[in-house]
T-cell receptor
Framework: DSGVTQTPKHLITATGQRVTLRCSPR?????VYWYQQSLDQGLQFLIQ???????AKGNILERFSAQQFPDLHSELNLSSLELGDSALYFC????????????FGPGTRLTVL | AQSVTQLGSHVSVSEGALVLLRCNYS??????LFWYVQYPNQGLQLLLK??????LVKGINGFEAEFKKSETSFHLTKPSAHMSDAAEYFC????????????FGQGTTLQVKP
């Protein structure tokens, strides 16, 4: 158990819908990262927050947004869902948000039908 | 820009044999390098990391990796494979800047035959 929790574990929805994925970092970690894992794209960095502020952005679509709240939990919002958004979404957390160890949650498996 | 290439998407070894998973990186800044393992239906778990200092890094479960700057490589090894090592392995790189975002390789699936 990494100490990072993600909910829900599985999510099945239809094209065009909007979903919210939630992540709670390890106690004491200030930075949260979101990654997408799919068969065709592999593991891709989406976005990083540190203590409530966006620190880095990767290959995140405009239909996707995220935020980190004062209690440090984070949410990833995916809207106007397409079939190709089906993937495993991981959240990771770390203390400093720099090149320190990232601890990964178990992931949320999103299926878009 | 940074990138990672893992040679071989699938590696098969016999139980007790040497495990060698290859990783080459490209980085315009001094790299920090990581190996993560992913067991089926689970998240990623850190095996080991290289930041600075000693180039031979020891990790969990008997794995180790050596940072070779001249070869831009960070290959993962284990002297004797165990059935429980069967999993997917990811090499990743990040820089020393203000973000720890990881750039991952495509992953290598390790199969261990009895």
């Amino acid at each position: 158990d990494s100490g990072v929790t993600q909910t829900p574990k599985h999510l099945i929805t239809a094209t065009g819908q909007r979903v919210t994925l939630r992540c709670s970092p390890r106690s004491g970690d200030l930075s949260v990262y979101w990654y997408q894992q799919s068969l065709d794209q592999g593991l891709q960095f989406l976005i990083q927050y540190y203590n409530g502020e966006e620190r880095a952005k990767g290959n995140i679509l405009e239909r996707f947004s995220a935020q980190q709240f004062p209690d440090l939990h984070s949410e990833l919002n995916l809207s106007s869902l397409e079939l190709g958004d089906s993937a495993l979404y991981f959240c990771a957390s770390s203390v400093s948000g720099k090149a320190d160890t990232q601890y990964f949650g178990p992931g949320t498996r999103l299926t878009v039908l | 820009a940074q990138s990672v290439t893992q040679l071989g998407s699938h590696v098969s070894v016999s139980e007790g044999a040497l495990v060698l998973l290859r990783c080459n990186y490209s980085s315009s800044v001094p790299p920090y390098l990581f190996w993560y393992v992913q067991y089926p239906n689970q998240g990623l778990q850190l095996l080991l990391k290289y930041t600075t200092g000693a180039t031979l890094v020891k990790g969990i479960n008997g794995f180790e990796a050596e940072f070779k700057k001249s070869e831009t490589s960070f290959h993962l090894t284990k002297p004797s494979a165990h059935m429980s090592d069967a999993a997917e392995y990811f090499c990743a790189v990040t820089g020393s800047g203000n973000t720890g975002k990881l750039i991952f390789g495509q992953g290598t699936t390790l199969q261990v035959k009895p």
